[in-house]
Nanobody, 123 residues
Framework: QVQLQESGGGLVQAGGSLRLSCTTS????????VAWFRQAPGKDREFVAA????????HYTNSVKGRFTISRDNAKSTAFLQMSNLKPEDTARYYC????????????????WGQGTQVTVSS
């Protein structure tokens, strides 16, 4: 069974940076698209960024463009989310997911999920 584990979250001041990691078990990672979602208290889980299997095609939600960068290391079955110039509105629990979605932004399309890592940005 495939398992995902996120790490790298924490408390940071506005304008700071964090780098999230997502490690996976199994050999399915390189054959799947990887994505990051986030969920703030009382809100729906929302798409943040995704990267295709080959590592070339990416997509970001508008609010993080220019600040966040998604990457992956297929040899290590690991994905990353580099977050810079963080804002208080980025505060959420961040989840790694992968699968073969037809709609990258749709949370229902992803097969595997981690437990999430909390990111808190203070003003």
């Amino acid at each position: 069974q495939v398992q995902l584990q996120e790490s790298g979250g924490g408390l940071v001041q506005a304008g700071g940076s964090l780098r999230l990691s997502c490690t996976t078990s199994g050999r399915a990672f390189s054959n799947n698209l990887v994505a990051w979602f986030r969920q703030a208290p009382g809100k729906d889980r929302e798409f943040v960024a995704a990267m295709a299997r080959g590592g070339f095609d990416t997509h970001y939600t508008n609010s993080v463009k220019g600040r966040f960068t998604i990457s992956r290391d297929n040899a290590k079955s690991t994905a990353f989310l580099q977050m810079s110039n963080l804002k208080p509105e980025d505060t959420a629990r961040y989840y790694c997911a992968f699968g073969l979605p037809s709609q990258w932004l749709d949370v229902r399309e992803y097969t595997y999920w981690g437990q999430g890592t909390q990111v808190t940005v203070s003003s």
